[in-house]
């Protein structure tokens, strides 16, 4: 039986995603409260991985089993052997040729950085910070040049493991909540360190060292040399994934993305 999980993480403490020979990472987490419960080694396959210090709010995984149990043992049993920084909000079987990664049609992420001259402590590891004003129409404006299919190498990792360069990048917004700057991103998928890279080029727009056109110039030189520095991990949330309606998780994830409108740190788009 194949079994898909929606969950919650905040990622600061965790090496990110991808299991660890050492441990520390959400996946050994994962696997660790799923062999409790399935009473067997039990393996995660995730929709989109997570550097460390990134935090999710709808992060779907798969795994098969031959254990039968109520789909609340893979919710509250799990829980019961999870960190109290990792949350399984929902289960549900699902057909085995579901696939929670190759299945996803889009990915979203959201960066929040707080902006203001005082560093945060309240929301500390849940925000980016920059300390001078930033204008978000500049940002803005820049945003716009990187939307469509693109080949995003100069916003790669050198260490990104993707076949192709090439991102078909749907949405780039930012907005502004009082102190808190919002980007917003959505793409069929993104490169290693993409989204992080993204906001350091346009946070330089933001902030005066560059013109909105510079975004566009470094897009289509494509070399990483000449970008902006990759920005702090812990602002970036892994917001959700779009799937075929035939899977039917779609009105799962928009319920769980309708827990978190109310919370000022982690709002989704």
Known sequence: MRIALVLEYEGSGFCGWQSQVGGGSVQDAMESALSMVADAPTRVVCAGRTDAGVHALAQVVHFD???????????????????????????????????????????????????????????????????????????????????????????????????????????????????????????SAFLHHMVRNLVGALVSVGKGAHSPGWVGEILAGRDRARAAATFEACGLYFVGVDYDPVWRLGVVLSAVHQDHAGEMVIVPP
């Open 65 to 187: 089993t031959e254990a039968i149990r109520p789909d609340t043992a893979w919710v509250r049993g799990v829980n019961a052997h999870l960190p109290a920084s990792v949350a399984v909000r929902w289960a549900q079987p699902v057909p085995n040729d579901f696939h929670a990664r190759f299945s996803a049609l889009g990915r979203r992420y959201r960066y929040l950085l707080l902006n203001r001259a005082e560093r945060p402590g309240l929301m500390a590891r849940r925000v980016g910070w920059f300390h001078r004003p930033l204008d978000a129409d500049a940002m803005a404006r820049a945003a716009g040049l990187l939307l469509g299919e693109h080949d995003f190498s100069a916003f790669r990792s050198v260490e990104c493991q993707a076949k192709s360069p090439v991102k078909t990048l749907r949405r780039a917004e930012i907005s502004r909540q009082g102190d808190l700057l919002l980007f917003d991103f959505e793409a």
